[in-house]
């Protein structure tokens, strides 16, 4: 199985940037699909985006689209979330997923079989 670590996460102001890492051990991460999910206090986990194993597929909630993006390095084993024009609203607990998987990416939060432990990102306004 795949062993998930997020990183990158801190406290930045409203309009901000920054950059998360979702780094893979145990197994190839070019084996399997990712996303990024979130929650914040007193909500449910949420979708933010996905990628496929190749990278040319990729997925991005409604909210995210235009300053959110997803990308991969499989050489590096490593997924990212670059985040930018941060707003309050993004403040949550932000969670890699990975799902062993050939072409497909998805949206859904039962489809992902392994999980990170999550990094912290506050926005200030």
């Known amino acids: 199985q795949v062993q998930l670590v997020e990183s990158g996460g801190g406290l930045v102001q409203a309009g901000g940037s920054l950059r998360l890492s979702c780094a893979a051990s145990?197994?190839?991460?070019?084996?399997?699909?990712m996303g990024w999910f979130r929650q914040a206090p007193g909500k449910e986990r949420e979708f933010v985006a996905a990628i496929s194993r190749s990278g040319g597929s990729t997925l991005y909630a409604e909210s995210v689209k235009g300053r959110f993006t997803i990308s991969r390095d499989n050489a590096e084993n490593t997924v990212y979330l670059q985040m930018t024009s941060l707003k309050p609203e993004d403040t949550a607990v932000y969670y890699c997923a990975a799902k062993y998987t050939q072409f497909l990416v998805s949206r859904g939060e039962e489809w992902y079989d392994y999980w990170g432990q999550g990094t912290q990102v506050t926005v200030s306004s």
């Open positions: 145990g197994r190839p991460l070019s084996n399997y699909a």
